[in-house]
C-alpha cells in the first residue's frame, strides 16, 4: 500500500511564501510524474504544478514565475515552493503521483493521491 502524505500549508499574508511538501511511502518500485492540484472553495480543481521523473516541469498560467515545484528522488519526496502569494491562491491543495508499485511476482502502475493541505492567504 503506498501513501502520500502532504505537510506545509497554512495561514499566511498576501505576498508571503510558503512551501508544501509531499513524501510518498510504501511498496514502491519507481516514481514517474509528481504533481500538484488545488481545489478553491465551489471551484473545480485544478492542476498547478508537474514535475516528471527526469525533472522537466510545468506549471499553470497562474502561477508561473511565484511557484516552484521540484522533487527529491532518493526521499520519495516533492515540494511545491510558493511566493507571492495572492488571495486566489487560497485552496485546498493535493500531492498527485503516478507510481509503480511491487505487486505479488510483477508491478503495478497507477495513480496516488494524498489527503490535501489548507493553504490560506489573507489579503
Known amino acids: 500500500q503506498v501513501q502520500l502524505v502532504e505537510s506545509g500549508g497554512g495561514l499566511v499574508q498576501a505576498g508571503g511564501s510558503l512551501r508544501l511538501s509531499c513524501t510518498a511511502s510504501?511498496?514502491?518500485?519507481?516514481?514517474?510524474?509528481m504533481g500538484w492540484y488545488r481545489q478553491a472553495p465551489g471551484k473545480q480543481r485544478e492542476v498547478v504544478a508537474a514535475?516528471?521523473?527526469?525533472?522537466?516541469?510545468n506549471y499553470a498560467d497562474s502561477v508561473k514565475g511565484r511557484f516552484t515545484i521540484s522533487r527529491d528522488n532518493a526521499k520519495n519526496t516533492v515540494y511545491l515552493q510558493m511566493n507571492s502569494l495572492k488571495p486566489e491562491d487560497t485552496a485546498v491543495y493535493s500531492c498527485?503521483?503516478?507510481?509503480?508499485?511491487?505487486?505479488?511476482?510483477?508491478?503495478?502502475?497507477?495513480?496516488?493521491w494524498g489527503k490535501g493541505t489548507l493553504v490560506t492567504v489573507s489579503s
Open positions: 498527485n503521483a503516478d507510481i509503480t508499485t511491487f505487486y505479488g511476482t510483477g508491478v503495478l502502475r497507477r495513480d496516488y
Open positions: 514535475i516528471t521523473s527526469g525533472g522537466s516541469t
Open positions: 510504501g511498496s514502491i518500485f519507481s516514481i514517474n510524474a
